[in-house]
Structures are given as structure tokens and as C-alpha cells.
């Protein structure tokens, strides 16, 4: 048998198993599947890849991923009709898409793993025309109604807040008008008592010194003193004080007093017809608590200044929060002809037996200055005080104040400011 006649044998050997030589050397392409093409689709198409195996078909989902590629997130799930009434952000929702109740955790979980992170969207709500719900969304579980149907409240739980209600709204405007009952607390009101000695403390703790005017009249041993005009100069560490008659009585006259200093002692200059058979310009040396010194006037120069005031204010305060309601009493605005600025006013009542000079009580009327930025904001400007028959026995009055003033040792030195006695 020669090789032509075995080549022809192997060939029927093979048609008579299902195989032929052609196919087997040369293998056949998969058929080219073409799909309708959408006239509305523009997206570009991906291109014919040959899929392994007998039966090769192409890909409807793209090229094949490599292994190192990321695999991408899996499409949403579909909602049911109960879940399209409510937002896609709500935690019924959340929950069926990931399988987490926790809404806020499947945020942050779809995020890190690359996933589909849902948006804050509202579903449309049914709106009667002409009214809007407060409620956002509908109730778990049920279907939402058409568009332009009005929707009939769910009866409420036990135990459940009652449900929205219907506000109207207004012509030309879609938002809701506010018509709800509950109205905001009010906000308590301050007491103008306390924000005025409160205040007036703060200010004063904050000064170091002034220099204003001062206007002083007083019923001293029963006797009215006539009116006098000072240039007063006050500073807080050490305590002192210079006082300068600059009115018509007693032009002239000055006083300087600085604690524990010049033995303690006040130092004056005197005017004229302060002393008989002492010439103007005479110096002059005297304790704070001589007979001389305090027969010119109710207090010591100890007690000068707007601290023994502010002291009184406390202590009435203090007597009105254990009782006594007619210890201090707010005025208002005082409506006064020898008002340099507006003020506000405050009244106390001085109980028999508390002060020496008014043995049977009296009221003591003071007056803040109310004058926004002025130097003398919230500080009493004004102290009157009448005894117990009414009678003015005390008027002092600070106006034209300057603070903070540059004061030192020099400003309160006699001989500085005199020269050497004589």
C-alpha cells in the first residue's frame, strides 16, 4: 500500500469522526453579532473582543477586567412603590441598599469602597393647591398621592406627635407663610437696677483717675452753704485728691489731701476771708477730722469721690434681696433743668439710725450719665439727698469729666505747685 492510498484513509477516518483537517489547523472566527442601534444613544460602543470556547460570543458588559483592575460598584437596587415616597437619603431606604440600617455608616462605608454614595433628594410630594404640608415625605409603607390631591393626615400613635398640619400660602409666593402657634421665649428682661450699680462698679474699677468739675451745696450744723464751683482732681493709688475753688466763693482756695503723706494731713491755700487776720495765699496744714475742716462741710475728704456712693448702692441692693423692697427703686430718665446730660435715676432710702447726719432717715436720689461714649457713662454724675421732712441737705453734681488723665506725684505736691512755705 503505497502513501497516497494511507492519506486517503486517514482522510475518511476523519470525516467519519466529525473532524476535519481544515478545522483543525485552522480554527474558525466566532460570528460577528450586531445589535439594533439606538438612535438616541450616544454613547461609544465598545469594540468586538473573541470570547474563549467553542460557543464565542461577545460581551454585552465590555472587555473582560483584568484582575488588578478595581471592580466597579454594582448598579442601585430598585425601590418599591412604598419606597418611592420616601427620600433617597431616608434610613428605610439606606437600609435596603446596603443592608445597614445605619444610614450615616453606609455613607461612609459606600464611600471607602468606591460605591454609590446617595444624594439628599426629596421625593414630590401631593400638594393641594393653594396649601403646603410642613412634613417632608410620605409615611413608610403606603403609596403617595397624585399631584394636586390633598392628602388627609395619618391618625397618630399613641405616644406620637401629632401630624403636619396645613399652612396657606400665600398668592405670590411658594414658600409656606409661618402660622404656627408656638411662639419664642422671650428673652428676660434686665433690671435696670442691677445694670446700672453693676455697670457703674465695672466703671469705676476701670479708673484710674479723672479730673472733672464739681458743684457742691450743703446744710451743714443747719446752716445752707453757698454754692461753690471746684476743679476736682482725683486719682485712685494713693488715694488722692486736689481740689481748686474756681466759682466766686472762695476763689482761690485749693486742697490737696494724699493718704499717709505730708503726716497725713490735708494741705490748703488759703483765700481771702477764709481766716481773719490770715492773708490769701497763706498755706496751711490741718487733720481731715478737725473742728476747721469739718465745719465746712458734712463729710470728710476720706469719703470724697464716687466710691462711698457706689459702696451705698450695694448695700441697698443688698437689702432689697433680703426683703426690703423699698430700699432702692429704679426712676427712669430724669427730667432735670441742671441736666448736663441725659441721665437715669436711682433712689434710696436711708432707714433711721443708719447715717449720723440724718439721725431719723431720708432718701439720697443719684443720677447716671446714660450718654453713649461719653467719659462718664454709667458713673452717678448726680447725688442729692433730702432728709426726712424732704429738705435738700446734700447736692453735689460732676460734669465737663475727662478719664484717664496722666496725674503723679507732682500734681499732688504742695510745693511743686505753691512753691516753699513761708
Known amino acids: 500500500?503505497?502513501?497516497?492510498?494511507?492519506?486517503?484513509?486517514?482522510?475518511?477516518?476523519?470525516?467519519?469522526?466529525?473532524?476535519?483537517?481544515?478545522?483543525?489547523?485552522?480554527?474558525?472566527?466566532?460570528?460577528?453579532?450586531?445589535?439594533?442601534?439606538?438612535?438616541?444613544?450616544?454613547?461609544?460602543?465598545?469594540?468586538?473582543?473573541?470570547?474563549?470556547?467553542?460557543?464565542?460570543?461577545?460581551?454585552?458588559?465590555?472587555?473582560?477586567?483584568?484582575?488588578?483592575?478595581?471592580?466597579?460598584?454594582?448598579?442601585?437596587?430598585?425601590?418599591?412603590?412604598?419606597?418611592?415616597?420616601?427620600?433617597?437619603?431616608?434610613?428605610?431606604?439606606?437600609?435596603?441598599?446596603?443592608?445597614?440600617?445605619?444610614?450615616?455608616?453606609?455613607?461612609?462605608?459606600?464611600?471607602?469602597?468606591?460605591?454609590?454614595?446617595?444624594?439628599?433628594?426629596?421625593?414630590?410630594?401631593?400638594?393641594?393647591?393653594?396649601?403646603?404640608?410642613?412634613?417632608?415625605?410620605?409615611?413608610?409603607?403606603?403609596?403617595?398621592?397624585?399631584?394636586?390631591?390633598?392628602?388627609?393626615?395619618?391618625?397618630?400613635?399613641?405616644?406620637?406627635?401629632?401630624?403636619?398640619?396645613?399652612?396657606?400660602?400665600?398668592?405670590?409666593?411658594?414658600?409656606?407663610?409661618?402660622?404656627?402657634?408656638?411662639?419664642?421665649?422671650?428673652?428676660?428682661?434686665?433690671?435696670?437696677?442691677?445694670?446700672?450699680?453693676?455697670?457703674?462698679?465695672?466703671?469705676?474699677?476701670?479708673?484710674?483717675?479723672?479730673?472733672?468739675?464739681?458743684?457742691?451745696?450743703?446744710?451743714v450744723r443747719g446752716r445752707q452753704t453757698p454754692e461753690e464751683v471746684i476743679r476736682y482732681r482725683f486719682r485712685k493709688q494713693p488715694y488722692s485728691i486736689h481740689m481748686k475753688w474756681i466759682g466766686k466763693e472762695g476763689n482761690g482756695r485749693e486742697m490737696i489731701y494724699v493718704q499717709n503723706r505730708y503726716d497725713d494731713k490735708l494741705q490748703i491755700l488759703t483765700a481771702d476771708g477764709d481766716m481773719p487776720f490770715t492773708r490769701a495765699g497763706a498755706r496751711l496744714a490741718f487733720s481731715p477730722d478737725s473742728f476747721m475742716v469739718r465745719s465746712r462741710s458734712r463729710h470728710s475728704v476720706r469719703e470724697a469721690g464716687i466710691a462711698i456712693g457706689l459702696q451705698r448702692l450695694q448695700e441697698a441692693m443688698i437689702n432689697r434681696q433680703n426683703g426690703h423692697t423699698d430700699a432702692i427703686r429704679y426712676l427712669g430718665r430724669l427730667n432735670r433743668p441742671d441736666a448736663t446730660c441725659p441721665m437715669e435715676g436711682i433712689e434710696i432710702r436711708i432707714y433711721p439710725g443708719k447715717e449720723s447726719l440724718l439721725p431719723k432717715g431720708g432718701r439720697r436720689l443719684y443720677g447716671f450719665d446714660c450718654q453713649p461714649g461719653s467719659p462718664s457713662e454709667l458713673l452717678p454724675v448726680l447725688i442729692i439727698t433730702h432728709d426726712e421732712t424732704g429738705r435738700e441737705v446734700e447736692y453735689f453734681r460732676l460734669d465737663r469729666l475727662i478719664q484717664p488723665v496722666p496725674l503723679d506725684d507732682r500734681d499732688f505736691d504742695p510745693t511743686a505747685l505753691w512753691g516753699a512755705a513761708k
Open 1 to 219: 500500500m503505497n502513501r497516497y492510498t494511507l492519506l486517503i484513509w486517514a482522510i475518511l477516518a476523519m470525516q467519519l469522526s466529525g473532524c476535519s483537517i481544515f478545522e483543525r489547523w485552522h480554527p474558525p472566527r466566532p460570528p460577528k453579532v450586531r445589535m439594533p442601534a439606538d438612535p438616541l444613544d450616544r454613547r461609544p460602543k465598545p469594540p468586538l473582543m473573541p470570547h474563549s470556547g467553542d460557543s464565542a460570543m461577545q460581551n454585552p458588559q465590555g472587555p473582560i477586567p483584568s484582575p488588578a483592575a478595581p471592580v466597579p460598584p454594582p448598579p442601585p437596587p430598585l425601590r418599591t412603590p412604598s419606597q418611592a415616597a420616601q427620600p433617597l437619603n431616608s434610613p428605610a431606604v439606606a437600609a435596603n441598599a446596603t443592608g445597614n440600617p445605619n444610614p450615616i455608616a453606609n455613607s461612609t462605608e459606600n464611600s471607602a469602597m468606591g460605591g454609590l454614595v446617595l444624594p439628599s433628594i426629596t421625593a414630590p410630594m401631593a400638594v393641594t393647591p393653594g396649601f403646603a404640608t410642613v412634613s417632608n415625605g410620605a409615611t413608610p409603607g403606603t403609596t403617595a398621592a397624585p399631584i394636586g390631591t390633598q392628602v388627609a393626615p395619618p391618625n397618630p400613635s399613641p405616644g406620637s406627635p401629632p401630624a403636619a398640619a396645613l399652612v396657606p400660602m400665600s398668592s405670590d409666593s411658594t414658600d409656606p407663610v409661618p402660622t404656627t402657634s408656638a411662639q419664642p421665649t422671650p428673652m428676660p428682661a434686665v433690671d435696670p437696677l442691677q445694670r446700672l450699680v453693676t455697670g457703674s462698679a465695672a466703671k469705676y474699677a476701670a479708673t484710674d483717675s479723672f479730673e472733672c468739675r464739681l458743684t457742691r451745696r450743703e446744710v
